[in-house]
């Protein structure tokens, strides 16, 4: 088999692939001999009949059609592989290719887009921040006092102390509807509540906001279209609630004191220094977790900055199909469902699959990104290091594996994984760090990092290498690995969190 490549325009290219005339004429006998085995040709026993019977038979270009397709569908995918062509999008195939001919090579060719070789503005290593290694006494302080808000009490402020719209307030309450009749759910002599909590609507805190122990005060306010927790049983009953309030005090949030005492008996530690010394620890274990992540997503992020060029819609359409198949994977095997998920995220439909092409957006520019630095530094990948990774699958017969992914022309998946790896870890380890250290004023928060070695990290496509141990895969484009956009967003408060930044 022969293949050239020629450039079009767009980031697509053509394809010609010859087949010689003696791979040809293999593929007609072979076919002829089947055809004589799989149909009943009347007179001739199973596997006889000759070629003329089976033309009459079956028609002429019975056997130059199968051929033909066998011949396109086995041949393009190796074409496409060997020529070390990344494709983005299905294959067009030239509609008068015609049929194969006994004695004559075949020649066919085929346009498809392929991934285009942007370049980066900068190829210097990039500049990020990172939440301090270690363990301050800020970053302990803030867990104890995370801590505390847990076992907070109540108790009654100054007389004059006015309610404010972030106040708790002991309060006693009458509700009616519009037909005067008494609503029993709301009607209490004292409630504990707090304002900005979302049990009744803005509109009912708003009359609160001001008031002092003693005060009572009449109002009414519509039920909103959008419930809330203690309206959403008057939805259709009533169109206002008319409130008679009373605030019986204003209340004070307290805090429990850090002491022996407090460690022992309500969290189950020996002492204040034992409780110190765990958070440290539970702190220390976060960041040994987190920190590598947060690293890799920052500097990624920083080279995604740099590509110069747009990415194929193409790729971000597979990016998002693949985003989209792991998130709904992820909660079937939570047994949520997705309007629960939005509920809980508090997001619309339209919100959240905005925020899924935004990031599939961000997943393709970075995957360009670490192609041109990878390109620019020279990591070629070799035969072995393919193979290599074939046996890290952990499958029982790796080099079979291997050999299906090369006929599925799916070898170019694996190859570009490892030289993303690789162009990840060279970006981590090159990165200039300045850590950003908790609990100091803000001229003061940040020094140069000590040098560090980048984590290993298994890139997206290289876990299509890892997918292999899955046959069926081979008949897909594997997945790429990416938590859904939500996932991100708690990655980044745990990067707050741990840095205790402003």
Known sequence: METKVEALQDNRVKVTVTVDAKDIDARIKKT??????????????????????????????????????????????LAIDGSNLYPV???????????????KPFEYSLEVEVKPELELSSYDPVEIEMPAEGVSDAEIDDQIDQLREHYYDYEDAAAATKVKEDSYLDLGMKATDDAGADIESLTTPTRLYGLGTGLFPAEFDAELVG??????????????????????????KTTKINFEVEVISVKNKVLPEVTDEWAKDTLGFENVADLRSRVAESIEEQKADVLPRIKENQCLSKLADRLQGEAPEAMCEEAETSLLQDFFQQLQRQGMSFDAYLAQQGIKPDQFKEDVKAQAADMTKQDLALDAWARHFGMEVTDEDVAEEFVKSGVEDPKKLQEEWRKNGQLHMVKNGIARTRAAQDVMEKAVVTEIEPGKPADEKKKPAKKAAAKKTAKKDEAKADAAAEPEATEKKPAKKAAPKKAKKDEAAEADKAADAE
């Not at 009347?42 to 003329?52: E, L, S």
């Not at 030239?94 to 004695?103: T, Y």
């Open 32 to 77: 002829y001999k089947d055809f004589a085995h799989k149909y009943n040709f009347p007179g001739f026993r199973a596997g006889k009949a000759p070629r003329p019977i089976i033309d009459n038979a079956l028609g002429a270009a019975a056997v130059p059609a199968t051929v033909t397709d066998d011949v396109v569908n086995e041949t393009y995918p």
């Open 211 to 236: 008031m002092k122990k003693g005060q009572k005060k009449e109002f009414s306010i519509d039920v909103p279209a959008e419930p809330t927790v203690m309206t959403q049983p008057l939805m259709g």
């Open 89 to 103: 999008s299905k294959p067009t195939f030239d509609e008068d290719m015609g049929l194969v001919e006994a004695g």
